[in-house]
């Protein structure tokens, strides 16, 4: 049997994504980041199915219809989860014998920093539910969407921080974690990077706010331009290991990078991880984050340029960054022959 991880720009049936509520961590702030979920919601309907895990059905589909969404194409499912990074917890999907199968690995909240046994059972609740046409395989690798990249020909990129931190899988060396990888996702190689980080990212240094493939070869990633700026070392380091990488066929990447916004704070003066790597790729678009910032505009255009042949649409993400993430780990792409 053949498997393989698709290129999350491979064509999709939809978006899986949880609605935040009073019980979530975005209590708090639910004014500032519902309109940006109402966005996003509205967004992907435009472009494909989008299936939304709520803890209330009837008061967001009233929300949804008055703000404009494509009610045709958003599902509503009540499904209990402890928070709405549904890039980490959601289905990863293989294609096995280029039939989908989804993966359901162990979610342990980032290394049991925060609850995920509701996160965890999700993907059990949507299939026991048939909200899924492919079948389910349960791992029991921890293992979260945010952390790797696939180039859907075989190549891995990821982080050493995160996939051999002793708080995901203690009992599994580097040697072992490859192994596991090439069995369930079917890659080939596995491009580790060993700097690279964000202050106030809970992820342990999710590749998804470092660096993400692109078609032809590209690699789209951060680039810090302020020595002054505690990240800039690591940056660098990080762009030096991307220039050194080499595709499967031995030719450098394209490396396109992107912009550094600036410094981002929460009202306790906590440094907020405010990254552009972090855009959701559907069909016929990209979406970005940006945040009220005078580099959206050529982040914007950086991205353009790595996906010519997609609208690049820009949601403010400025209230997300707020509870640590950003766009792309709110959303899980559902790839075609996922959804009934």
Known sequence: ??????????????????????????????????????????????????????????????????????????????????????????PITI??????????????????????QQDSAVTQHLQQRNFFFAPVDCRSLVLEGGSIESDGCGTLLTTSQCLLNPNRNPNRNREQIEGELRDTLGCRRILWLQHGHLLGDDTDAHIDTLARFAP?????????DDPQDAHYPA????????????????????????????????????????????????????????YGDPQDDKALATVGAAFPDRKIIGIDCSAVILQHGSLHCLTMQLPQGVLP
Not at 95 to 102: E, F, K, Q
């Open 1 to 90: 049997m053949t498997v393989r991880l698709p290129a999350e720009w491979e064509p999709q049936d939809g978006v899986l994504l949880a609605w935040p509520h009073e019980q979530t961590d975005w209590a708090s702030v639910l004014p500032l980041v519902e309109p940006v979920f109402l966005q996003l919601a509205d967004t992907i309907s435009r472009h494909e199915q989008l299936l939304i895990a709520t803890a209330d059905p009837g008061s967001l589909a009233a929300k949804l219809e008055t703000f404009g969404a494509t009610m045709a194409s958003i599902t509503l499912v009540q499904v209990p989860f402890d928070d709405t990074w549904c890039r980490d917890f959601g």
């Open 95 to 116: 294609l096995a014998d280029g039939v989908p199968r989804l993966q359901d690995f162990v979610f342990n909240g980032w290394g049991n920093k925060f609850l995920a």
């Open 216 to 224: 032809n070869d590209t690699i789209l990633y951060v680039a810090c």
């Open 235 to 290: 940056l660098a380091r990080m762009a030096e290991e991307l220039t050194a990488f080499r595709t499967e066929a031995g030719r450098p990447y394209r490396l396109l990078p992107l912009p550094w916004p600036a410094a981002r704070f929460d009202d306790a003066g906590q440094r907020l991880p405010a990254t552009y790597a972090n855009f959701l790729i559907i069909n016929g678009a990209v979406l970005m984050p940006t």
